[in-house]
T-cell receptor, first 116, second 113 residues
Framework: AQSVSQHNHHVILSEAASLELGCNYS??????LFWYVQYPGQHLQLLLK??????LVKGIKGFEAEFIKSKFSFNLRKPSVQWSDTAEYFC??????????????FGKGTKLSVIP | SQTIHQWPATLVQPVGSPLSLECTVE??????LYWYRQAAGRGLQLLFY??????ISSEVPQNLSASRPQDRQFILSSKKLLLSDSGFYLC????????????FGPGTRLTVT
């Protein structure tokens, strides 16, 4: 079964600082990759996704992530964070096809606190 | 557009009581439906998924069960709650084929006392 590791449990940044959240997965086959965000009191919502093609994907609110297959990584980045980015971020992976391709496996989440 | 509803939003139940959480999706047909449990610091754990009416797959053996009586309705149940059933339960849907992202509902906070 696949697994997902998010390296940071809690990240604290000042506004305008750059952000990079790490995500590594374990599965040797073709995968689909996602970042979800949960703002305080809100639904879990999709931030960005990778299925195929350009490994650098752009999402909403200025976020981007890069899929590096050789490193089994899908790190999330934002050049300049805002207070409104305070939220919990979850990396998730699913197999592209075959048995278990329905199942999203989530990391434990990274809480981001942005200080004004 | 598609929307997903869950109710109740919060629930406090005594140990040994039954449970029924409901999830409905609007604006789509033949969705895949999922129940997750979210625990602080542990991410989301898939409990059940369904690809059609009456078709339920369980991922983790436990005190809970799921049913799908209608195409866009997914119910999470228990006959007798345990303290360990406390948590945040999320329902999600995805389009009929699996190679799409999942969309999550607002969740139900269940506290078993």
């Amino acid at each position: 079964a696949q697994s997902v590791s998010q390296h940071n449990h809690h990240v604290i940044l000042s506004e305008a600082a750059s952000l990079e959240l790490g995500c590594n997965y374990s599965y040797g086959g073709t995968v689909n990759l996602f970042w979800y965000v949960q703002y305080p009191g809100q639904h879990l919502q999709l931030l960005l996704k990778y299925f195929s093609g350009d490994p650098l994907v752009k999402g909403i609110k200025g976020f981007e992530a890069e899929f590096i297959k050789s490193k089994f990584s899908f790190n999330l980045r934002k050049p300049s964070v805002q207070w409104s980015d305070t939220a919990e971020y979850f990396c998730a992976v699913k197999r592209d096809s075959g048995a278990g391709s329905y199942q999203l496996t989530f990391g434990k989440g990274t809480k981001l606190s942005v200080i004004p | 557009s598609q929307t997903i509803h869950q109710w109740p939003a919060t629930l406090v139940q005594p140990v040994g009581s039954p449970l029924s959480l409901e999830c409905t999706v609007e604006g789509t047909s033949n969705p895949n439906l999922y129940w997750y449990r979210q625990a602080a610091g542990r991410g989301l754990q898939l409990l059940f998924y369904s690809v059609g009416i009456g078709q339920i797959s369980s991922e983790v053996p436990q005190n809970l069960s799921a049913s799908r009586p209608q195409d866009r309705q997914f119910i999470l149940s228990s006959k007798k709650l345990l303290l360990s059933d406390s948590g945040f339960y999320l329902c999600a849907w995805s389009p009929e084929h699996f190679n799409y992202e999942q969309y999550f509902g607002p969740g139900t906070r269940l506290t078993v006392t």
